[in-house]
């Protein structure tokens, strides 16, 4: 296969660095997935918005080869990862962090930042890490057992940063945090789209995702039912309430 970074779509843009189609995905007999298609850009950050059980977390799962039965196509930089195996799709530059965030109790804030391998040049160095999240060197020696929740979640989001991956999708950063914490998240967030990084966000506050989303799409029964940039939100905030049952 050619250089990704030379693909262009048929309109002669580049092409997304992520591009999801006709996936459908199963936990175990369960047919969760059907036929979920969307793309995403490189730099940008774009959530996946719908009720419980609509199917994001599932589509993340899916994208990083964590379900055991998943067909359809996605490609990322390019190339089908569809057939790959997780540990595979992780060393191209894919990092995932899942909802319960899975920092290792028995280790410390440092041994949790240093487990992961590095799987491409460019990761966030220790010293990047300590800048962007000046609590994790406050508490680089305290166990994971001690950390509030909002210090999980900067822990597993720093983990990734350090490994060189291009793109991170995180799921539900912001759940059961306080307020404050919460716009830490997202000045995080922020700041990392700021760096280039591109970012697929599953959040359940809409508001929240108002303030860092280019875009918006919108799952239900485990398909894409619609997709709202991030200015026209405002617009059709009727629809989204509809769709999420707000």
């Not at 990862?81 to 920092?103: D, F, H, M, N």
């Not at 949790?112 to 406050?138: T, W």
């Not at 990734?160 to 000045?187: F, M």
């Amino acid at each position: 296969m050619g250089d990704p970074a030379a693909s262009v779509s048929p309109a002669g843009t580049a092409a997304p660095l992520l591009a999801v189609d006709r996936l459908e995905g199963w936990y175990g007999e369960s047919h969760v997935l059907h036929g979920m298609a969307f793309d995403v850009r490189e730099g940008e950050v774009v959530t996946l918005l719908g009720r419980n059980g609509a199917g994001k977390t599932t589509t993340l799962k899916a994208i990083v080869g964590m379900l055991e039965k998943r067909r359809g196509s996605v490609v990322f930089e390019g190339v089908e990862t569809i057939g790959l195996p997780s540990r595979k799709i992780a060393r191209r530059g894919l990092g995932y962090v899942p909802e319960e965030r899975g920092v290792f109790a028995s280790l410390n804030v440092y041994e949790n930042l240093m487990l992961p391998p590095v799987v491409r040049p460019g990761g966030m160095s220790l010293e990047a890490i300590y800048q962007l999240f000046p609590n994790l060197k406050e508490r680089s020696t305290s166990q994971g057992t001690k950390l509030s929740g909002g210090e999980q979640q900067m822990l597993a989001i720093a983990r990734i940063l350090r490994t060189g991956a291009k793109l991170i999708l995180l799921d539900e950063p912001t759940e059961g945090l306080a307020p404050v914490i919460v716009q830490q998240i997202g000045e995080t967030i922020r700041r990392l789209k700021a760096d280039g990084y591109t970012i697929v966000l599953v959040e359940q506050n809409f508001r929240f995702a108002q303030t860092v989303a280019d875009r918006h799409v919108v799952i239900e029964l485990g398909r894409v039912v619609d997709e709202i940039p991030n200015e026209a939100l405002e617009a059709n905030l009727e629809k989204l309430h509809a769709y999420l049952g707000v």
